[in-house]
C-alpha cells in the first residue's frame, strides 16, 4: 500500500505538505495542492483511517441500528441519515437488529468498541435494561439518538412521529366514511410504536360511538408482509368480519390485501384497509393503499443533524426532543376509485 511519504515524494514535497492537503488546511499554495492532487491519482493512496482514528481515539464511523435494514421504512430512514453525515466526512454503519434484545445490546457494544462517534438507534422495546445499556453506551462517550414515538421518556435525543394521533387519524377517516364495524392489525402487542398507534384508534373509534370487536384485534409477531396475509386470513374467517381495518404498517396492510384479493374480496367495496407509514409502495400497490404518512427520510436527516450537535457540544449537550406530526393520505383503498392523493 503506497504511504504518505510515497505522495511526498512524487510531489516533491513534505509529508506534512501532503497531510495540510488532506486535511482541507488553507496553509499550501495551490501549486504545492495540485502536485500532491497528482502524485494521490498516481500511487493510488487511500488515508488509513485505522491510522486516525488511533490517534484522535475516535473513527469517524456512526453505527445506525434499525430492526430490519431491508424494510423500505428503514431504507428511507437510513437515506435521510446517510444524507447528513456524509457531508461531514462520516462513515454510517448499518446493523439489524431483528427486534432482539440481546442484539440490540450486542450492536451497541460493537459500536462502542469501534470507538464510533456516535449511534442512532431505532427500536420497539424501551425496557429498563435497554435504558441501562444506553447509559452505558453514553458513558463510553458516544452521542446518542433514538427514533422513538412521542411520549416515550428518555435520557436521549429522541426523533419520531406522534403515534397516538395518527391512530386517532385512521378512526376520523373510516368513521366519517360511515363504517361501523372495525379491525386492527398492529405488529409485537409489546412495541411502543404499534400500542401508541392502537390506543388512538380504539380511543378514536370509541369516541365516535364505535366499539370495536375484541376478535378483531390482532397482535402478530412480527410486522412483515407474511403477517399481514395470516392476520387477514383471520378476520375474513371470521364469524362477522369486519369492514374496515387499520394495519399499523404498510407491510401488514399490504399482506391484508393479498389476502382479501385471493379471497376476491373487493376492496374497498367489501373491505376499507389502512396503512401507517406511507412506504414507496403504498400508492404502488395494485389497490393504491390510503396511509398515514411520516415524513420518514426528513426524521433520519433531523436524527443525524441531533446528532451532530450532540458530538460538538459534548458534556454540555442538552437532549431535544423532535416530534413529527402524520397526515392522512385518502386512496382507493378506503374511498374508491376518485381517491384524492392529498393529505386528508
Not at 430490519?68 to 441519515?81: I, M, N, R, T
Not at 398492529?186 to 388512538?200: C, D, I
Amino acid at each position: 500500500m503506497p504511504t504518505i511519504g510515497d505522495v511526498a515524494r512524487i510531489a516533491g514535497v513534505s509529508p506534512m505538505t501532503v497531510s495540510n492537503v488532506l486535511n482541507a488546511r488553507a496553509t499550501v499554495s495551490a501549486e504545492n495542492r495540485r502536485k500532491v492532487e497528482e502524485a494521490i491519482k498516481a500511487t493510488g493512496y487511500v488515508r488509513n483511517a485505522s491510522a486516525r482514528a488511533l490517534k484522535s481515539g475516535r473513527s469517524r464511523v456512526v453505527g445506525l441500528a434499525v430492526l430490519e435494514a431491508v424494510s423500505p421504512f428503514y431504507g428511507e430512514l437510513a437515506a435521510g441519515v446517510e444524507g447528513v453525515l456524509e457531508d461531514e466526512g462520516i462513515t454510517v454503519f448499518i446493523a439489524s437488529t431483528h427486534n432482539s434484545a440481546e442484539r440490540e445490546d450486542g450492536t451497541l457494544r460493537q459500536f462502542t468498541e469501534l470507538r464510533s462517534l456516535g449511534v442512532i438507534l431505532a427500536s420497539t422495546r424501551f425496557s429498563p435494561a435497554l435504558r441501562v445499556n444506553l447509559a452505558r453506551t453514553r458513558s463510553s462517550g458516544l452521542a446518542i439518538v433514538v427514533i422513538a414515538s412521542a411520549g416515550d421518556e428518555l435520557d436521549a435525543c429522541t426523533v419520531g412521529g406522534h403515534d397516538v394521533r395518527g391512530g386517532a387519524l385512521v378512526a376520523e377517516h373510516l368513521s366519517s366514511l360511515g363504517h361501523v364495524s372495525f379491525g386492527y392489525v398492529g405488529g409485537p402487542g409489546e412495541a411502543a410504536v404499534y400500542q401508541q398507534r392502537k390506543s388512538g384508534y380504539v380511543d378514536g373509534l370509541r369516541a365516535a360511538g364505535h366499539g370495536p370487536r375484541p376478535e378483531h384485534i390482532l397482535d402478530c409477531d412480527q410486522d412483515t408482509i407474511e403477517h399481514g396475509i395470516e392476520a387477514g386470513q383471520r378476520l375474513l374467517d371470521s364469524q362477522r368480519p369486519p369492514r374496515a381495518v387499520f394495519c399499523a404498517n404498510d407491510l401488514l396492510a399490504l399482506g391484508l390485501l393479498q389476502a382479501a384479493t385471493a379471497r376476491g374480496v373487493g376492496v374497498p367495496g367489501d373491505l376499507a384497509v389502512v396503512g401507517y407509514d406511507d412506504i414507496p409502495f403504498a400508492a404502488g400497490a395494485a389497490v393504491p393503499l390510503t396511509s398515514v404518512r411520516q415524513p420518514i427520510r426528513e426524521m433520519g436527516v433531523a436524527a443525524a443533524s441531533l446528532l451532530l450537535a450532540e458530538i460538538a457540544a459534548g458534556p454540555d449537550h442538552e437532549h431535544t426532543h423532535q416530534v413529527f406530526e402524520p397526515t392522512l393520505v385518502a386512496r382507493t383503498s378506503t374511498t374508491g376509485a376518485h381517491a384524492d392523493e392529498s393529505p386528508a
